[in-house]
């Protein structure tokens, strides 16, 4: 059972690999969700400033911010620009099934688990340890 009383980080950098992988095929011009120690402001708050035409998102897990960052996503590709998500499969929720099912141009599945670098439970930095859900690469394209 996971522990409740541990401070999980929503700070968790996607591997160069995975990044410039999806980059050479979308070419990225904006990230709303960059890796961030600092607080978040009004002026560096990814759900509050205009993204660009191509845009890399991978979220905060925690469940209402990536709720957020999808529903924001879902918004832009509406406006015409290309959304690429990296997300934690959870095809039983609401958001996949009231959000991503509907709006999703593509969903794939990646195999094995993405090995994310960020700060553990205990304060250290790791880069070799899966997340705890599998993940997949969601595309809303501008409509």
Known sequence: ???RNLKHSDNWETPKYLYDQLDSE???DFDPCPITYEEITPQTDGLLKEWGKSNFINPPYSRKLKEAFVIKAIEESKKGKLCVCLLPVS???ILFHKYILPDADDIRFLK???KFIG???LGEMVTNKAGMH???IVIFKGK
């Open 1 to 3: 059972m996971k522990n």
């Open 91 to 93: 095809t039983s929720t």
């Open 26 to 28: 979308f070419h990225f």
């Open 119 to 121: 700060h553990n439970t």
């Open 112 to 114: 094995g688990r993405v």
């Open 134 to 136: 599998d993940s997949m």
